[in-house]
T-cell receptor, first 113, second 111 residues
Framework: GENVEQHPSTLSVQEGDSAVIKCTYS??????FPWYKQELGKRPQLIID?????GEKKDQRIAVTLNKTAKHFSLHITETQPEDSAVYFC????????????FGKGTRLSVIA | KAGVTQTPRYLIKTRGQQVTLSCSPI?????VSWYQQTPGQGLQFLFE???????NKGNFPGRFSGRQFSNSRSEMNVSTLELGDSALYLC??????????FGPGTRLTVT
């Protein structure tokens, strides 16, 4: 089955700097890669996702890149703000419910003002 | 649209008891997935139900079971509770798109 590794487990950045979180996956047939943000005491929220037919996707300060050959994908947050502080999870699956979402173990991002 | 709801939000049970958790998906969503979240293990997949049928299953013992009703609402049951079952149980709804939307979770404490 799918296995997703996520690094780093913790990340501290100064406000205004960029943050990068990386994930690798094992199933070459996986084609759907979402990212979730979970603030303390709250539910995970989908912030961006990418499919295997796309190499990069951006949404304001957030971008995700995908390298299918190397089987890794990354989340990039630019101009970080204190409200970006949260735990971020990557996940992978074959789309249309063929396989369940498999999550990485999360990255705790702290943005220091 | 109303979001995913879960009841109850908090539960305290004793070892050996059983518990039933409920999840109401977003209107129109037909798939419900359940996850166990613990500090050490992150989000672990329990099972997924689609159109009242279990479509995928994770690596949890048979004490964990679930079902889905014709209105897409889902329940999960844990029998013979163990201390290690203490966790946040999250459900997420989806379909026809792949995007999963999570409920607020049920915090289960087993004493």
């Amino acid at each position: 089955g799918e296995n997703v590794e996520q690094h780093p487990s913790t990340l501290s950045v100064q406000e205004g700097d960029s943050a990068v979180i990386k994930c690798t996956y094992s199933d070459s047939a996986s084609n759907y890669f979402p990212w979730y943000k979970q603030e303390l005491g709250k539910r995970p929220q989908l912030i961006i996702d990418i499919r295997s037919n796309v190499g990069e996707k951006k949404d304001q300060r957030i971008a995700v890149t995908l390298n299918k050959t190397a089987k890794h994908f990354s989340l990039h947050i630019t101009e970080t703000q204190p409200e970006d502080s949260a735990v971020y999870f990557c996940a992978a699956s074959r789309s249309s419910g063929n396989t369940p979402l498999v999550f990485g173990k999360g990255t705790r991002l702290s943005v220091i003002a | 649209k109303a979001g995913v709801t879960q009841t109850p939000r908090y539960l305290i049970k004793t070892r050996g008891q059983q518990v039933t958790l409920s999840c109401s998906p977003i209107s129109g969503h037909r798939s419900v997935s359940w996850y166990q979240q613990t500090p050490g293990q992150g989000l672990q997949f329990l099972f997924e139900y689609f159109s009242e049928t279990q479509r995928n299953k994770g690596n949890f013992p048979g004490r964990f079971s679930g079902r889905q009703f014709s209105n897409s609402r889902s329940e999960m049951n844990v029998s013979t509770l163990e201390l290690g079952d203490s966790a946040l149980y999250l459900c997420a709804s989806s379909y026809p798109s792949d995007e999963q939307y999570f409920g607020p979770g049920t915090r289960l404490t087993v004493t």
